[in-house]
């Protein structure tokens, strides 16, 4: 919602000082640099980008108007763990077997809808917990396994919002090539009535204009926005990695999840008598 409010100030501020000044609307009404830099910016994104980054990117634009893990999702997935730990500390690691061989399947872990949505924190609870069943692999390697994983997830996550953001900074670049295209529409016509060469060049002058705006005003910022919904999912990971590795370590379930706890944002952390409560709650259920 503050991303849709952010774009139409921009579009107000900058629209609305046009017309206050005494500028008329339809000046800015040039379809042709329109089609010239929106054109020239798509084929760039695509001459620059593999298929599965714009699969990633349109698919990471839609999620951005959505909430990203807040206190209440970060809730359910400490209480998740702290139920799938107390299975283990109940029946012994084999009990965790069928959680983890069909987690889409298993009654604590379908209680929490959204974590099951999210595949890869789905496939990365289920494969590190079926590597401390197998056991053999001491903390540090299993620490060091885990950060590799979430590294390559995090920079294939980046890659959207890294090539949204160089066409960003083409565009001022593209604006000035609509730019000379018009001057030279101009020069050909340099022999015409004034009226007629004045309009030639404000048109040029729009497509300076358009990519200047694009660029600042909407594509780089969305960009940011892009970096920062990545870094925000970055830290659940984080979170669910360190409380495996507590779990792993053989600290106590109620332990193992505040290791975890201590990693989320204060803006979305909840506190340690929620947690308690919540953890209390799911054994009543």
């Not at 959505?66 to 702290?82: E, R």
């Not at 107390?86 to 012994?92: I, L, P």
């Not at 909407?218 to 984080?238: C, D, G, I, W």
């Not at 201590?262 to 340690?272: A, E, L």
């Amino acid at each position: 919602m503050i991303i849709i409010i952010g774009l139409l100030i921009v579009t107000v501020a900058v629209i609305g000082g046009f017309i206050w000044e005494g500028g008329h609307l339809m000046v800015l009404m040039q379809p042709a640099e329109f089609l010239i830099i929106g054109g020239a910016a798509l084929g760039a994104l695509l001459i620059g980008s593999p298929i599965k980054v714009i699969k990633m990117l349109i698919s990471q634009m839609t999620r951005m108007f959505g909430s990203g893990p807040n206190k209440q999702k970060y809730t359910d997935l400490l209480v998740m763990m702290y139920e799938l730990f107390n299975v283990a500390r109940k029946d012994g690691l084999v009990g965790l077997e069928s959680h983890v061989e069909h987690p889409e399947e298993s009654p604590i872990i379908t209680k929490y809808p959204h974590f099951v949505k999210n595949h890869h924190a789905l496939n990365f609870l289920s494969d590190t917990m079926r590597l401390i069943i197998m056991g053999g692999v001491p903390e540090h390697d299993l620490d060091a396994m885990l950060d590799l994983d979430l590294e390559v997830h995090h920079h294939e996550n980046s890659q959207p919002s890294s090539q949204l953001n160089r066409i960003g900074d083409s565009l001022p670049g593209l604006g000035i090539v609509a730019a000379v295209l018009g001057v030279v529409i101009t020069m050909g016509a340099i022999g015409g009535p004034p009226e007629e060469i004045g309009h030639k060049v404000g048109a040029a002058l729009v497509g300076t204009f358009l990519g200047i705006l694009l660029s600042y005003g909407f594509v780089q910022p969305l960009a940011v926005s892009l970096q920062n919904q990545n870094e925000e999912e970055a830290q659940y990971y984080v979170c669910l990695k360190q409380g495996l590795l507590a779990f792993h370590k053989g600290f106590a379930a109620s332990i193992a999840i505040e290791f975890a706890r201590r990693v989320i944002p204060s803006d979305v952390r909840p506190g340690f008598t929620e947690v308690e409560e919540a953890c209390r709650a799911s054994k009543n259920k």
